[in-house]
């Protein structure tokens, strides 16, 4: 069954069961089904046909995944947008997958430019209740290997591009999830990740619908909020990425609740700290556990409830067999049971179909021979255990988001007083890392601040989160024998900052 159909399972067999807790509220099975019959007869009254790309720009909460159901259930293919997504990164999406409706909560919409300016929009009510109710659906959704889902994914040499989604890949992911963590149907989840990327869909979307269980929602992020509703709905598995669950760290530790329900917590999208993990499994009682992949290539390999803690936070886990998990040199030859670190590819049925009308982009992601690529250096133990120990992409990864300094470069280089720039990663002990640029101003320029080049980023409808946070003005910049900015030498230097 689709995830469409597993909702009208629930709805019939326990409707008054809740299926979304939120601060507002509770939303039942029965209320989910209804809400998205509603929502895709709306969609169908406002022209969209089967096949349609339909954008989603809404709060993560219980109308997105109706929203999501809806369009399955009439055909129709969703392209997921983040909510917090600049109106460049809007813009772009619209345009690559060719959407020909954009869905959002009433009074919520991006302030749209250029031929997208047209596109029709759906505005919902918060309260999708207020929807006509729906008449008989057309039979025309999708099945578990169609494709159902474009979301976006960080480009290293241009805007994001658009992944191609099958509901079966989820629906693999979960057996191993269910398996690592243990779940049953009694479990009470809270994902703290956005519903259109590859983590907030298989903590949120997927498994806690295909259970049966209840999933907590908070339309955004606030450590302190979080907990409150973590205590309040009893919750058991905890699903958010290394910055989120160590500012959840802080915050009970200046203000403790009842985390006793608590018994594991999923984590993932960038390096887990061995020391804050250790600490959060300590004051929480709740096990740490992830996956490694990507968006494209879902799992390569997961640590368990049976795994030692230093296997667990020193290790990315066993490899996972299905996904044929292959290591590659830098020339592209097979090096695996060689013994030494290489690119890790794999061949399974949690990768994705590729990327959205995108050749180049799938040339570099895939092998002549269909092998999927990562963009991290990584080393196999005899025992199958994955560390990563580089990475070959130029991404900076802020609390388990990609951000390609490429792209903040060429951002911050249109501000008339930019003559060259270099992002880079600073380590920070909340995220991770953050963005730093170095930048040499043109003749003349008398003063470049932080300030004024996020307002003028700001102005061209970039991303938050490709806004620099740190800004250093220098003479001149290094270079390598080559002439190419010497980010290595930047690199060392930023931390010898950091030490000081």
Known sequence: MTIGAVVRTHAALHGARAAFLTSAGTMTWSAYDDAADRVGAHLIAAGVESGDRVAVVMPDGPGVHSVFVA????????????????????????????????????????????????????????????????VHTPDRGLGLDDLFLLNSTSGTTGLPKCVMHTQSRWFAYHSWAVDAGALTKDDVFFSAIPTPFGFGLWTAHFTPTILGCPTVLNDRFDAGASLDLIEKCRVTVLACVSTQFIMMLNEQQMRPRDMSSLRCMFTGGEAVPYERAAEFEDQFGATVLQFYGSNETGALSRTTMADTRERRLRTAGRIIEE?????????????????????????????????????????????????MLMGDIVEIDAEGYLTVVGRTSDFI?????????????????????????????????????????????????????LSGLTEHLASRGVTKEWFPERLIVVESLPRSSGGKVAKGELRDEIRRRKDR
């Open 397 to 449: 990864i802020r609390g388990g988001k990609n951000i390609s300094a490429l792209m903040v470069e060429s951002e911050v280089v249109t501000h008339p007083g930019v003559a060259v720039a270099a992002a880079i990663a600073m380590p920070d002990q909340v995220f991770g890392e953050r963005v730093c640029v170095y930048v040499e101003v043109r003749p003349g320029w008398e003063a470049l601040t």
């Open 323 to 371: 996904m044929q998990v292959r290591l590659f040199d830098d020339d592209g030859s097979d090096i695996t049971g060689q013994g030494r670190p290489g690119i890790p590819g794999c061949r399974g049925p949690a990768t994705c179909l590729g990327y959205y009308a995108d050749e180049e982009a799938n040339a570099r992601l895939l092998t002549p021979d269909g092998w």
């Open 71 to 134: 369009s399955e259930r009439i055909g129709a293919v969703v392209v997921g947008i983040g909510f917090r997504a600049g109106t460049k990164e809007v813009e772009h999406l619209l345009t690559t997958t060719g959407a020909s409706a954009l869905v959002t909560e009433k009074g919520r919409r991006a302030d749209l430019s250029g031929p997208v300016a047209r596109i029709r929009e759906v505005a919902l009510p918060v309260d999708l209740g207020e929807l006509p109710p729906s």
